[in-house]
């Protein structure tokens, strides 16, 4: 398996409500090694996920996140990482 072979989708859920919704802020980020991409699958020229620029991606989770607990919850990821290169 090669790096280009690998991608993730990270969920960041806040403001627990309870009940049947129990997030009120839901955001879900798709990445491989090339960056970040839209969701919803949107291509450039209908077969590519369109990527998304680390500002927008980071104006997007302000949005909805505190950035003191977006910074401490990355963190922990930033934590794993350092420790896979290891």
């Given amino acids: 398996m090669?790096?280009?072979d690998l991608?993730?989708?990270?969920?960041?859920r806040g403001?627990?409500?309870?009940?049947?919704?129990?997030?009120?802020?839901?955001?879900?980020?798709?990445l491989d090694s090339s960056g970040f991409h839209d969701t919803e699958g949107i291509g450039r020229e209908g077969d590519a996920p369109g990527g998304l620029d680390i500002a927008s991606v980071r104006d997007s989770l302000l949005a909805s996140f505190d950035r003191a607990d977006l910074i401490a919850l990355l963190d922990r990821v930033v934590a794993l990482r350092d420790a896979l290169a290891k």
């Fill in 2 to 4: 090669s790096a280009s």
């Fill in 7 to 12: 991608n993730a989708s990270l969920v960041i």
């Fill in 15 to 30: 403001g627990r409500q309870g009940g049947t919704d129990p997030w009120r802020d839901v955001a879900t980020l798709a």
